[in-house]
């Protein structure tokens, strides 16, 4: 079993950043691919970035791509998301994810024996 519990939402201007971070625990995630998904009100939950168990690989969504970071620090078993560049359409429930497939993360999907964590709350004002 592993546990996500994700941190760092809020409230925050348009071209403003915050830094989300999603700590695991009860198992090492070396081996999981992690990620970051969200979804907007009345939106369904939509794939924003990935990244290899070892951290070598990262896949981002068109549309987060050049403004969103994700990184991962497997010694403290985090992955973080970097946000920069906010708009108001970032608004969301951000949702941490650990999957054993690297490949179907990136392409929205999470195979059976994933993990979700409970959402961070990001508003974005304009």
């Known amino acids: 079993q592993v546990q996500l519990v994700e941190s760092g939402g809020g409230l925050v201007q348009a071209g403003g950043s915050l830094r989300l971070s999603c700590a695991a625990s009860g198992r090492s995630c070396r081996s999981y691919a992690m990620g970051w998904f969200r979804q907007a009100p009345g939106k369904e939950r939509e794939f924003a970035a990935a990244?290899?168990?070892?951290?070598?690989?990262?896949y981002y969504a068109d549309s987060v791509k050049g403004r969103f970071t994700i990184s991962r620090d497997n010694a403290k078993n985090t992955v973080y998301l970097q946000l920069n560049s906010l708009k108001a359409e970032d608004t969301a429930v951000y949702y941490c994810?650990?999957?054993?497939?690297?490949?179907?993360?990136?392409?929205?999907?999470?195979?059976?024996?994933?993990?979700w964590g409970q959402g961070t709350q990001v508003i974005v004002s304009s």
């Open positions: 990244i290899s168990g070892s951290g070598g690989a990262t």
């Open positions: 994810a650990a999957s054993l497939s690297f490949l179907s993360m990136r392409a929205g999907a999470m195979t059976a024996g994933g993990y």
